[in-house]
């Protein structure tokens, strides 16, 4: 059994020292000087689908951990705008500005989702031989 749960596919120390130095070096090449491989055998390994799905899950991790800092920051910019703008103390302008940035990140919001839910339609639709020409 392989690292990545793929039978007869492994990730030898080699492979996981360069996977671990791609996360940190800008080229294949860079990466693998990092690690003390060849430039070749580094490309042979980015065609590893073993080595390929675990730089794949890494950056799904990463991914992850960006994405929910970013959602942490948003709730904080929320908040402090619905603090603006339901201070009276607080200039007009700025409260209007504050309102005015509610809105525009809710709609925002909304198309993305709607747009969302549209791909994912088309999607089972072609998925499932149900699209239609239109024209």
Do not use: C
């Not at 990092?34 to 073993?50: Q, S």
């Not at 899950?57 to 402090?80: F, H, I, K, N, P």
């Not at 309102?99 to 999607?123: C, T, W």
């Amino acid at each position: 059994m392989s690292d990545n749960g793929n039978p007869g596919e492994t990730l030898t120390p080699k492979k996981r020292l360069f996977i671990g130095a791609l996360a940190v070096h800008k080229t294949v090449k860079h990466a693998a000087q990092a690690v003390g491989v060849g430039e070749r055998t580094a490309w042979r390994y980015m065609g590893d689908p073993a080595v390929r799905a675990a730089i794949a899950e890494r950056q799904s991790a990463v991914l992850a951990q960006v994405t929910d800092g970013v959602l942490s920051d948003m709730s904080a910019a929320r908040e402090l705008l619905l603090k603006m703008m339901n201070d009276p103390a607080v200039n007009d302008g700025v409260r209007v500005r504050a309102a005015l940035g509610v809105l525009e990140v809710g709609l925002r919001l909304f198309e993305m989702i709607s747009l969302s839910d549209r791909v994912a339609e088309l999607e089972r639709q072609v998925l499932n031989g149900q699209h239609t020409n239109t024209d």
